[in-house]
């Protein structure tokens, strides 16, 4: 059994499959618009172009996404995406790339139990932990 993340980006979906690519490599694996699928009616008039379904790989792990209603507002509460890291540096390039045009919620710094641990949401609200030297 697997359990995989569901990220509905509200209509920045493309968005943030590009920011994703750029700052953590991820490769897009399927990509479906809403003018592909078979009811012409599920996406709202005008977001015939919008992301209905995809799926993405950032190293070993598969993640999907949509733009589900395309209303422009993101809400990610209640969970964190944890990377880790094989290095401090590469902790650091990972967190870097991710904070770009997002917010710290803790700064990357050594704690008891890594040698590199920080938190952040990226600039569509998604929850991230950077974890490096267990």
């Known amino acids: 059994m697997q359990v995989q993340p569901y990220l509905y980006f509200d209509g920045r979906c493309e968005e943030a499959l590009g920011f994703y690519r750029k700052a953590l490599g991820a490769e897009v694996v399927m990509?479906?618009?809403?003018?592909?699928?078979?009811?012409?009616?599920m996406a709202p008039p005008?977001?015939?172009?919008?992301?209905?379904?995809?799926?993405f790989r950032i190293g070993d792990t598969t993640?999907?996404?949509?733009?589900?209603?395309?209303?422009?507002n993101p809400n990610f509460q209640g969970f964190a995406l944890s990377l880790e890291a094989a290095s401090d540096g590469e902790a650091e390039r990972l967190f870097s790339a991710l904070g770009d045009g997002g917010q710290v919620q803790m700064p990357l710094t050594?704690?008891?139990?890594?040698?590199?641990?920080?938190?952040?949401?990226?600039?569509?609200?998604?929850?991230?932990?950077?974890i490096a030297g267990r």
């Open 110 to 130: 050594k704690t008891f139990f890594a040698s590199r641990f920080g938190m952040l949401a990226d600039r569509f609200g998604v929850s991230w932990m950077i």
């Open 31 to 41: 990509l479906m618009r809403f003018k592909d699928g078979p009811e012409r009616g």
């Open 63 to 72: 993640i999907m996404a949509s733009d589900g209603r395309c209303l422009g």
């Open 46 to 55: 005008g977001a015939e172009e919008k992301i209905m379904h995809s799926s």
